[in-house]
């Protein structure tokens, strides 16, 4: 293909994918489906590949993310971002409207929309692009995460329509519960700890040095305000409606209200109507409407005068302790959650909730039967907030931690510095091996999908499969007409059997497999604190599992992102015995433990040489450069040694990975002498 065949295809991909981004994230509509898109998109980045001169900051490709921000650049605000005043009372909203007519002495308008409970950004658009994003940081300057907001897809990289040349749009991003609950789903399974809420996460995401990480988290925002010199605009009603047609999400709950008893009418109905919607909020946000009515109003020191926040407070309900369970991870950490009298809160009937860890119980000096006040603000899950001394019953015992797997019985042990306990019993406990088993088959891992929905507990309660390498013993005589009858939720006794069809379907998919590709597969093994990033990671650095089993400390830190506590993870996962054996069945089973050369060769240029690729680059991501070594015939490794060829350094290069190059004369190049090597 020519350049100028390519430059054409690429705009015509790029008007596509901007539609349908368009069309799915903000207007909840789609015209294609998810594989068409997929496929759009990879040829797009095939083509940008190829090219590299055609790729643009506002491409839908950056929004798959691969740029590493070691150090968030600290900006100035153009204009500060500033706090709202909080109010909780009705007669403070009274207040604030009597303040405002008398000031104004004229009447006024004010705009009622959703407070979303996530974080402040800053968009700065010049020409229609988007050139930077800021959190709100002290108000007067931020943090630069532009390439990880670049990810968040309901977020135009490039407007459509008749926009003003500079301007500034404020926002909150935000998790949707959705991914919420999947963020911290995923973050279990790999024995991370969960986020509070889902502010939290947004936070803690924003701010992740990988940008594909962010990307795979799927982020949402909601756009709410304007700023900029002499915008068309008479009102901030006006200026929301012409942001929409540019491509921005902004709400359709705004309300136009001319007086207090319509801004109390807003207020109510969406202090029901909050527990509808797919994402937390926390208040409504009252604003003058017309631009010249704010700007006569003017600001205080921390907040502007023509704006408030009316905050719901968090609903709360009493209930009485009935129980606390305590239930066994795939990792083997051990939860805690409290059994409850069902409750009416925020519009549901609680039962349970969560109490996370021994500090917690401890914390709030729980009793068996207690009376205890249970909340439902931020979080997802209920969470009991406090205890009722007064009505404790004087024969009441404290609610203990209990000492031995409530599974296996195996005495619990409490690493120093973590807040969890875990039953070490991994090989023989029964919620920790169909956990790991589960992980395994799942659709990010092996997709063996065909044992999903309960088959894997079925093999293990008839005494087919003790450990993943058993699935791929199983045979047609083992499954065909295996039956089991189980409770479903709603209490109906169901009966499952394998009859030919899902036998042959489950033997065809572990059987395929064992083509998944090694940084899966490593991902699938279910090592702690080993989720998809970081196997991908570890697989860069050591290509194949023998080189990974036999890393030591030093090799496993030297790999980008991995610090002390996933490398000893790694070093304890290969101590056991069990795991050596489990490898080497999966290795006489024809699986994946290493990672497939790339047959696409361009050149011997690197041949016999051996890189270590540190920091950020502007003409490639470090996927990409460690992809182009190998097609010039050069190897990647992880950790510097005296035999490493070179050290291919970006911005930000790492200083301990300086340090050691320099101490043992290995030779530093950049990024532009890399390029002059294979004469790219």
Request: proline letters at 4%; hydrophobic letters at 40%; glycine letters at 6%.
């Amino acid at each position: 293909m020519t350049k100028e065949a390519a430059e054409a295809r690429v705009n015509e991909l790029t008007r596509l994918l901007n539609h349908h981004n368009h069309l799915y994230y903000v207007q909840a509509r789609t015209q294609i489906s998810d594989y068409e898109f997929d496929m759009l998109l990879e040829e797009l980045i095939g083509l940008e590949k190829h090219f590299p001169d055609l790729v643009k900051d506002d491409s839908p490709s950056q929004r798959v993310g691969g740029e590493i921000t070691k150090n968030f650049r600290t900006i100035a605000h153009r204009y500060s971002m500033l706090s709202l005043s909080n109010s909780y009372s009705e007669s403070e909203i009274v207040d604030f409207h009597n303040r405002i007519q008398k000031s104004l002495n004229e009447a006024v308008e004010y705009v009622c929309e959703l407070k979303y409970d996530g974080v402040a950004i800053s968009l700065r658009y010049e020409s229609g692009k988007l050139v930077q994003a800021l959190t709100r940081g002290d108000g007067t300057q931020g943090d630069d995460v532009t390439a990880n907001v670049k990810t968040i897809r309901s977020i135009p990289l490039s407007l459509k329509g008749n926009f003003p040349e500079s301007f500034e749009i404020r926002g909150e991003i935000f998790y949707p519960h959705a991914s919420f609950e999947k963020l911290n789903i995923e973050r279990e399974n790999e024995g991370q700890q969960t986020f509070a809420n889902p502010r939290n996460a947004a936070a803690g995401t924003l701010k992740l040095q990988d940008s594909a990480e962010v990307a795979r988290r799927r982020l949402d925002c909601w756009l709410y305000y304007m700023m900029g010199e002499n915008l068309p605009f008479a009102t901030h009603y006006e200026s929301l409606q012409a942001a929409r047609s540019w491509g921005f999400k902004i709400s359709n709950n705004m309300a136009v209200c001319s007086n207090a008893e319509e801004i109390f009418e807003y207020i109510n109905d969406w202090k029901t109507g909050r527990y509808q919607l797919p994402f937390d909020i926390d208040g409504i946000v009252i604003k003058v409407n017309n631009f010249r009515q704010q700007q006569d109003l003017g600001f205080t020191a921390k907040s502007p005068r023509w704006a408030i926040a009316y905050k719901y407070k968090a609903e709360e309900a009493k209930t009485r302790l009935i129980s606390v369970a305590f239930q066994v991870g795939r990792t083997g950490a051990v939860t805690p959650v409290a059994n409850l009298e069902p409750v009416l809160l925020a519009g549901t009937t609680v039962k349970r909730a969560s109490l996370h860890n021994a500090d917690i119980i401890q914390q709030l000096d729980l009793y068996e039967g207690d009376t205890v006040v249970v909340e439902k603000g931020g979080e997802i899950i209920p969470k009991i907030t406090s205890v009722i001394l007064e009505e404790r019953l004087p024969e009441a015992l404290p609610v203990s931690f209990i000492e031995n797997c409530p599974e296996c019985g195996t005495a619990l042990v409490r690493t120093e510095g973590e807040s969890a306990w875990y039953c070490p019993n991994s090989s023989s406990c029964p919620p920790q091996i169909k956990g790991k088993l589960e992980h395994f088959i799942s659709r990010k891992a092996m997709n063996i999908d065909s044992l999903g929905e309960g088959k894997i507990e079925m093999l293990y309660d008839n005494g087919l499969i003790h450990s993943i390498a058993d699935l791929y013993d199983l045979n047609q005589t083992q499954l065909f007409g295996l039956k089991k009858a189980f409770e479903g939720e709603d209490g109906k006794v169901r009966k499952m059997s394998f009859r030919e069809k899902t036998t042959n379907n489950i033997l065809t998919s572990i059987e395929a497999s064992k083509t998944v590709p090694y940084p899966r597969l490593l991902f699938a093994l279910g090592i702690r604190f080993v989720g998809e990033t970081v196997a991908k990671k570890l697989a860069e650095a050591f290509p194949s599992i023998d080189l990974l089993m036999m890393a030591d400390k030093e090799a496993l830190i030297a790999v980008d992102e991995i610090g002390d506590r996933i490398a000893e993870s790694v070093l304890s996962f290969f101590a056991e015995p069990e795991s050596h054996k489990l490898i080497e069945k999966l290795k006489n089973h024809g699986l994946q433990l290493e990672v497939i050369k790339s047959e696409t060769q361009l050149s011997n240029a690197l041949e016999g040489k051996s890189f270590v690729v540190s920091g950020v680059f502007s003409q490639f991501s470090r996927d990409e450069i460690k992809e182009i070594i190998e097609q010039h015939g050069g190897k990647n490794i992880g950790s510097i040694s005296s035999k490493t060829s070179y050290v291919l350094a970006g911005e930000n290069m790492g200083p301990a990975k300086l340090e050691k190059a320099t101490k043992l004369g290995v030779p530093i190049i950049s990024e532009t002498e890399f390029i002059q090597m294979i004469s790219i």
